[in-house]
């Protein structure tokens, strides 16, 4: 006689699901902290892609959560509003190409969200501060958004392919 029932008599899809994709969202949160002290080098944009081609619309939960727990850690200010559609974006593109085998295609993907992260995040500050305001925001991060642009390449060259397997193996639930 066994002394536990199965797991999978125990916990419903959607419960496993629901822990799953918090658990990738702290473990995406806990990998950008754990790179901080490198400037603009990030996995986030690599976990988004990934999240986006292995579990389609349900990447949006692991997502938000990440972006919740940016804005328990580190507040709100007007990167936060950009915050709320800029990963998206991303998800979407990474969605829309995700019969894409190639790691070149996903590190150029991923290289033109880090460059663009800049001109992506422009519109909060042209709601609050106007074009000219805008405008000069974005071009004053542009030595950040080239530092965000090759991080991007180099992790999802080396890691997106990978990562696919592994998700995509472990955690069939897209």
């Known amino acids: ?12 899809s959607t419960a496993r699901e629901v822990a799953l994709f918090g658990v990738l969202g702290g473990l995406t949160f806990a990998a950008k902290v754990a790179m901080m002290s490198l400037p603009n080098i990030e996995p986030v944009s690599l976990l988004v892609m990934v999240f986006a081609v292995t579990f389609g619309k349900k990447a949006l939960f692991p997502i938000y959560v990440y972006v919740l727990l940016e804005f328990a850690l580190f507040g709100f200010g007007l990167w936060s509003a950009a915050y709320l559609y800029v990963w998206a974006l991303l998800a979407f593109g990474a969605w829309l190409l995700r019969n894409m085998r190639s790691p070149l295609g996903w590190a150029v993907l991923s290289g033109t969200f880090g460059l663009l992260f800049g001109l992506l995040c422009a519109p909060v ?3 609050t501060g106007g074009p000219a305001f805008a405008l000069s925001w974005w071009l004053s991060g542009i030595p950040f958004d080239l530092t965000h642009c ?25």
Do not use: T
């Open 150 to 174: 090759g991080g991007n390449f180099a992790l999802a060259l080396a890691l997106f392919r990978p990562l696919h397997r592994l998700f995509a193996r472990f955690c069939p639930c897209g």
């Open 125 to 127: 500050y042209v709601l």
């Open 1 to 12: 006689m066994r002394w536990y029932i199965p797991l999978d008599k125990r916990v419903s």
